[in-house]
Structure formats: structure tokens, C-alpha cells
T-cell receptor
Framework: GAGVSQSPRYKVAKRGQDVALRCDPISGHVSLFWYQQALGQGPEFLTYFQNEAQLDKSGLPSDRFFAERPEGSVSTLKIQRTQQEDSAVYLC?????????????FGPGTRLTVL | DQQVKQNSPSLSVQEGRISILNCDYTNSMFDYFLWYKKYPAEGPTFLISISSIKDKNEDGRFTVFLNKSAKHLSLHIVPSQPGDSAVYFCAASKTGGYNKLIFGAGTRLAVHP
């Protein structure tokens, strides 16, 4: 389809393992966002890319979280040395541009469970 | 510090009646507000938005009302249908930036026949 896709859909990791979550935005979308949604909560902003530039990473909870979008399309969110509190759904969203009139389209998310 | 609050975790409404979902915000810098709808195992999908220069925006069965002085907005769904059963998130943003969204915790709406 032409929507935002994320892989894997589900990931189980043992505490201390590294994980990599992938986001394929809608083709041609300049803006890409990562959000973290804990159980029973709304999505919380993690980081924002405009093309390949990471313009805001203020929401990343610790230096164990790292995101990249090297060619301005696919993005990867990496979590090193996972902890139980990292268990959440990680949502990726893309939009045509940065302004408020540009709708953010969300992917289905990756559900990460850290044991 | 929750800047966007949805104080009702759940709401149950009979089919055909009105559903009213509420949202409060604390940051007076927010000037653009959105509602998203989420089904299980799917990402949120945009439903309707409103700019702070308006107090009402309508799209079919969905109407959003904004009361800036009270820092309160509400989503009205009339008439409610079983397919409206989902989690509804209120979100806020500021113009001039890149549209970083601040979400509430969501309200689960159940529309029963």
C-alpha cells in the first residue's frame, strides 16, 4: 500500500539487548516523526526529521535511544541495552512538509516488549 | 506535566445518540488542535482539526468546539454509529514550527446498538 509501514510489528527483547525499529514513510514525505506510546497513554514525541536532518531529538528519553534517516526516506530507531521501561508501542508518522496544514500519517507501530 | 488532558478514559453511548469527548490543555501557546481516531493494532488516523482563530469546525457527523478562555475543546459525533467505536486522542500543536503533536491519554468510545 501507499501508507506508512513499520517493521517488525512485534519485537520481544531480553533486557540488555539492542533493537532496531524500521519506518518506511510515504514516498516523498519530507517530515518524519517518531512517537512512543506507553500502555494506556497517548503517543509521546521522541524525535523529528526534516529530510535527512534530525532537527529535534528533545523527546528521546536517554542516550540509549538513537534515530537516523540517512537518505531522507527510511528511518531507523535504535534502542541500546533495552530496559523494561522501554516496553511500548513505537509509532512513526510522516507528512508532506513541516507546517500544521500537513497531515501526519501514522504507521501501525512496533510493539516492543522487554523481558 | 501533562499539557493535554483527557479526563474520561472511557465513554459508552447508544447508537444514534450524540457522543461528546472532552479535552483540556494547559499551554496557552497551543494554537492548533486535532482529533485522531485509533483502532486496535492500527496507527492513529486524523479525524478533524481546529485553529485557535475559530471556535467551531464541522465535518459531516463530526464537530469540534474550542473554548480558548477555558482552554477546553470537545468533539461531538452525531449520530453515533457502531463503527465509531475506537480510542480518540486529542492533540495540540503550535503554528510556526514543524507540527510536533502533544497528545492526551485518549478516550475509549464504545457505541452500542
Amino acid at each position: 500500500g501507499a501508507g506508512v509501514s513499520q517493521s517488525p510489528r512485534y519485537k520481544v527483547a531480553k533486557r540488555g539487548q539492542d533493537v532496531a525499529l524500521r519506518c518506511d514513510p510515504i514516498s516523498g514525505h519530507v517530515s518524519l516523526f517518531w512517537y512512543q506510546q506507553a500502555l494506556g497513554q497517548g503517543p509521546e514525541f521522541l524525535t523529528y526529521f526534516q529530510n535527512e536532518a534530525q532537527l529535534d531529538k528533545s523527546g528521546l528519553p536517554s542516550d540509549r535511544f538513537f534515530a537516523e534517516r540517512p537518505e531522507g526516506s527510511v528511518s531507523t530507531l535504535k534502542i541500546q541495552r533495552t530496559q523494561q521501561e522501554d516496553s511500548a508501542v513505537y509509532l512513526c508518522a510522516s507528512s508532506q512538509g513541516p507546517g500544521i496544514n500537513n497531515e501526519q500519517f501514522f504507521g501501525p507501530g512496533t510493539r516492543l516488549t522487554v523481558l | 506535566d501533562q499539557q493535554v488532558k483527557q479526563n474520561s478514559p472511557s465513554l459508552s453511548v447508544q447508537e444514534g445518540r450524540i457522543s461528546i469527548l472532552n479535552c483540556d490543555y494547559t499551554n496557552s501557546m497551543f494554537d492548533y488542535f486535532l482529533w485522531y481516531k485509533k483502532y486496535p493494532a492500527e496507527g492513529p488516523t486524523f479525524l478533524i482539526s481546529i485553529s485557535s482563530i475559530k471556535d467551531k469546525n464541522e465535518d459531516g457527523r463530526f464537530t469540534v468546539f474550542l473554548n480558548k478562555s477555558a482552554k477546553h475543546l470537545s468533539l461531538h459525533i452525531v449520530p453515533s454509529q457502531p463503527g465509531d467505536s475506537a480510542v480518540y486522542f486529542c492533540a495540540a500543536s503550535k503554528t510556526g514550527g514543524y507540527n510536533k503533536l502533544i497528545f492526551g491519554a485518549g478516550t475509549r468510545l464504545a457505541v452500542h446498538p
